[in-house]
């Protein structure tokens, strides 16, 4: 990915190789551009200590949350390749004005993305979550992708990536990162639930951004959660 031709009187063509510090800079504007997105899904802290391996496609572990019937196995995945939006049910572009600004269509996008029409408040705390993820990180687009894996299971994929490291880090390259969501429903949760596939996968981006909003804050809205998952799955 760093060869380049040059061309002179020589009449032949030579390689740039970066030098240290060059690798070491796109090291991290990558470190960076991943550790403000997952700053915006409240999952900063799961990968303190941890070198992430660009060019290998790394692949980390965070952990088990459990959360009163849910137990939520979080993954990480760290690559230069960009997905480009494949097999998402929703993506989002970010854009910016040139003052840094989100534009209009790109808040639109967000609060179409976060509506929860019997739950405001977790409306609310979607979109500042999305909004202050995309402020952060200025470039780039936002993939969600959710896949049912039992009657008491699914996943939930948040993909985040740019080719346009130069606007965000003043270095040239690309980088994407997956938030990989395992949900697990215990047995006690199941009897007061109904999943049925097809109205699953029609509330994929509601799962999603829910499951989220449970891990950042399960504390605040821990008793409330059975109804919630009611809603989502009816």
């Known amino acids: 990915m760093y060869s ?6 020589d009449g032949g063509c030579r390689s740039f190789n970066p030098t240290v510090d060059d690798i070491n800079k796109l090291q991290e504007a990558r470190e960076k551009y991943v550790n403000k997105c997952l700053q915006g899904l409240n ?19 965070l952990g088990i949350v459990n959360v009163n019937g849910l ?4 993954k990480l995945k760290v690559s230069t390749a960009i997905k480009n939006s494949e097999n998402s049910q929703y993506v989002l572009h970010i854009q910016c004005d040139e003052n840094g600004n989100l534009t209009t269509d790109t808040l639109n996008k967000i609060k179409e993305i976060s509506k929860l029409d019997d739950y405001q408040e ?19 687009n ?8 039992t009657d008491a299971s699914f996943k939930v994929l948040y993909t985040v990536e740019t080719d346009d490291l130069k606007s965000f880090a003043g270095v040239s390259g690309s980088v ?4 990989e969501l395992n949900v697990f429903i215990s047995k006690e949760l199941q009897g007061s639930l109904v999943v049925d596939e097809t109205k699953v996968v029609a509330k994929a981006t509601k799962c999603a951004l829910l499951i989220t909003v449970v891990v950042a804050a399960f504390k605040a809205i821990i008793t409330k959660l059975p109804d919630i998952l009611i809603f989502v799955f009816a």
Do not use: C, H, P, W
């Open 176 to 179: 994407s990162m997956t938030l």
């Open 4 to 9: 380049s031709g040059v061309s002179g009187k």
């Open 43 to 61: 999952y900063l802290d799961k990968t303190a200590g941890i070198e992430l391996d660009f060019e290998n496609g790394g692949q980390y572990n």
């Open 71 to 74: 137990a939520i196995e979080g």
């Open 142 to 149: 936002i993939l969600f992708r959710f896949e049912k894996m």
């Open 122 to 140: 977790y409306s609310d705390y979607m979109q500042n979550m999305l909004i202050n993820m995309s402020t952060k990180i200025q470039v780039g």
